[in-house]
């Protein structure tokens, strides 16, 4: 059981606060990508939690022990964390077998079966054992500094952009083997990261730094869907934002009448979609159409920018469609829009005297998994 607890943590260099009263909880079992713009404090955060360095204020609990408050601290080593590096930090004249090893309790170290254990629980096979780090491609060197991590049976790992200096193919493969050890051995995980995809494909909750506090926390779909606020969308991913009115659970905007995702106070607000819930039809509907202005091809799929009929609004609103078969620019389309919306109180503006309803808080509890189940090596 290592759940990770942050409560009112504030901490900085000197008396520079970077984190302002930051909570955070990480059920056990599961993984939280920390995400943030370069400086927001992500390693900040990770370090608190390692025991690198020392709040400022507030409590650091691990597993319910408290490691971090005033007046009580528990050291790293005494803390049953494992912490693993952007450039893996191997120790480069010793083979993989030693480097992985050093992770093990001292009476174990010359346990050669729980090293080859660990080479293959991180998807990597028996032959590396005797190589030296330098023999090996990025994604091996960072697989072996995983296994190091868990080699002393942490119920915590920490990554610390583990998968950055990868190249794209090798990042995904890294952080898939990265993925199934981390449920193998049922280790709660917390992984900073830069990466919007990535956070929202590795993890069970995306905690968005920004500004020394944590702006939102809940499950990948729901800071993706249903973001706290304007930054925090366009944050996550491209967005397209457009001015409307909020009434009765409905918004009105130049994409029409649409239902809102979560509450809205009545009022003006900026409706906000994700590019892909535009869908676009070839040469017009007679109720939503747009003329194409430009088309960004990414192969896999298109951002198509729309002048919608009597808006003159070019570049507000943008499509994303699969790349099979994009449009041209100057092409007639019709446009529907998919599932509900989300939408903000228009900025400068109060809540409607009308709402009954407070704010749903950006916090989402995130769900415990079930026992994990050791899985298969992937090939
Ligand atoms: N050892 C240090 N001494 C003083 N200031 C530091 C130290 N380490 C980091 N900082 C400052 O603290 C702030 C947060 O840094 P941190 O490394 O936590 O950010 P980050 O979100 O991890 O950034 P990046 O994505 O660029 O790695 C930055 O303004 C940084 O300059």
Known sequence: MTEVRLRAVTAGYGREAVLDEVDLVVPTGTTTAILGGSGSGKTTLLRTVAGFLRPLGGEVLIGGRTVAAAGTWVPPERRGVGYVRQEGGLFPHLSVEGNIAFGLPWPRRRHRDRVLELLDLVGLPAELADRRPDQLSGGQQQRVALARALAPRPGLVLLDEPFSSLDTALRAATREATARALRATGATAILVTHD???????????????????????????????????????????????????????????????????????????????????????????????????????????????????????????ARVVGLQPPEPGERVGLDVAGPVRAFPAAGRTSGSDDVRPEASPVVPVPVPAPRVREARQP
């Open 196 to 318: 919007q995809g990535e956070a929202l494909s590795f993890s069970d909750q995306v905690a968005i730094l920004g500004a020394g506090a944590i702006r939102q926390a809940a499950p990948p779909r729901v800071v993706y869907g249903e973001p706290a606020d304007v930054e925090v969308a366009e944050f996550l991913g491209d967005a397209v934002l457009v001015p409307g009115t909020a009434r009765n659970g409905r918004v009105e905007c130049l994409l029409g009448t649409l239902p809102v995702r979560g509450y809205v106070p009545r009022g003006a607000v900026t409706v906000m979609l994700r590019p892909e819930q535009i869908t676009l039809t070839p040469g017009g509907t007679g109720r939503l159409d747009a003329t194409v202005r430009s088309v960004a091809y990414f192969g896999h799929d298109a951002v198509v920018e729309l002048e919608l009929d009597g808006s003159g609004l070019a570049e507000q609103v943008r």
